[in-house]
T-cell receptor, first 114, second 112 residues
Framework: NAGVMQNPRHLVRRRGQEARLRCSPMKGHSHVYWYRQLPEEGLKFMVYLQKENIIDESGMPKERFSAEFPKEGPSILRIQQVVRGDSAAYFC????????????FGPGTRLTVL | GQQLNQSPQSMFIQEGEDVSMNCTSSSIFNTWLWYKQDPGEGPVLLIALYKAGELTSNGRLTAQFGITRKDSFLNISASIPSDVGIYFCAGRDAGNNRKLIWGLGTSLAVNP
């Protein structure tokens, strides 16, 4: 029974490039959450999605960041024109039921912007 | 955004000692969660609390949901080297329970 999977585990981009982070939720889970973690800090909520719908994107920067969770395939967090300040660990979590249900986390993608 | 006040920020203890850490919020919460994060990994849920006064154990770990609903603590008894990691509290505000609010973590180091 695979847990939440994220890839790549490490991603290096130069300033101005695009970063695509993928998250496959646990089997049967249709709720996905993205968080960002800076070194020595806690997790900051970015966006909550259900299949084909964005439920809450209040933590997402207004520009350059977007997220989707299509009917088929993984959830994608996309960062366009990356800047050094985007360097962080990005975690995906999934839950079976809605937003008040237990969230299970993936191992994260560590993005480094050169 | 809203953040939980988690303390201590870090602890360095001897193997076998007991550990206590806590979290406080400025508003009433209806859920408290304790996670552990190992280096290079995602957080793993340790204990979930849903009722004021609730005391729950998971092996050597014990956590309580404070009576005021504005705090929670986590105790680890008889620490061992594999307890090393960062412990995060997280909770849901009773007025807006959609989002998980996170503490900044307690970094635990155990000297064998």
């Amino acid at each position: 029974n695979a847990g939440v999977m994220q890839n790549p585990r490490h991603l290096v981009r130069r300033r101005g490039q695009e970063a695509r982070l993928r998250c496959s939720p646990m089997k049967g889970h249709s709720h996905v959450y993205w968080y960002r973690q800076l070194p020595e800090e806690g997790l900051k909520f970015m966006v909550y999605l259900q299949k084909e719908n964005i439920i809450d994107e209040s933590g997402m920067p207004k520009e350059r960041f977007s997220a989707e969770f299509p009917k088929e395939g993984p959830s994608i967090l996309r960062i366009q024109q990356v800047v050094r300040g985007d360097s962080a660990a990005y975690f995906c979590a999934s839950s079976l039921q809605g937003s008040t249900d237990t969230q299970y986390f993936g191992p994260g993608t560590r993005l480094t912007v050169l | 955004g809203q953040q939980l006040n988690q303390s201590p920020q870090s602890m360095f203890i001897q193997e076998g000692e007991d550990v206590s850490m806590n979290c406080t919020s400025s508003s009433i919460f209806n859920t408290w969660l304790w996670y552990k994060q190992d280096p290079g990994e995602g957080p793993v849920l340790l204990i979930a609390l849903y009722k004021a006064g609730e005391l729950t154990s998971n092996g050597r770990l014990t956590a309580q949901f404070g009576i005021t609903r504005k705090d929670s603590f986590l105790n680890i008894s008889a620490s061992i080297p594999s307890d090393v990691g960062i412990y995060f509290c997280a909770g849901r505000d009773a007025g807006n329970n959609r989002k998980l609010i996170w503490g900044l973590g307690t970094s635990l180091a155990v000297n064998p």
